[in-house]
């Protein structure tokens, strides 16, 4: 497993943008399947978006797609999560999650590794 810490997270307004980090632990980490997760008050943790160890799969969720980007530099074992046009719906607890696996999961249950969270809020 790899040990994982996101950073990023913070104040916006609407229509703002922020750029979240996620530093992995690990030797291993290009072969990863990476995912971003939220969770906001009072709901159940939703998938956001995931990118595959080669980088060229990617996968989001309908609410993100045209939005948010998700990326790696596995040379510094971090994925990112660009979040553009932010909305007071995107609110939540950010959290970063690993599998190695060779697919591209997008179910929470799919990720052994996760991150403790990094809080945004959006404001209207």
């Known amino acids: 497993q790899v040990q994982l810490v996101e950073s990023g997270g913070g104040l916006v307004q609407t229509g703002g943008s922020l750029r979240l980090s996620c530093a992995a632990s690990?030797?291993?980490?290009?072969?990863?399947?990476m995912g971003w997760f939220r969770q906001a008050p009072g709901k159940e943790r939703e998938f956001v978006a995931a990118?595959?160890?080669?980088?060229?799969?990617?996968a989001y969720a309908d609410s993100v797609k045209g939005r948010f980007t998700i990326s790696r530099d596995n040379a510094k074992n971090t994925v990112y999560l660009q979040m553009n046009s932010l909305k007071p719906e995107d609110t939540a607890v950010y959290y970063c999650?690993?599998?190695?696996?060779?697919?591209?999961?997008?179910?929470?249950?799919?990720?052994?590794?996760w991150g403790q969270g990094t809080q945004v809020t959006v404001s209207s």
């Open positions: 690990g030797r291993t980490f290009s072969t990863y399947a």
């Open positions: 990118i595959g160890w080669n980088v060229r799969s990617t």
């Open positions: 999650a690993a599998r190695d696996t060779p697919l591209l999961p997008t179910i929470e249950s799919l990720f052994g590794s």
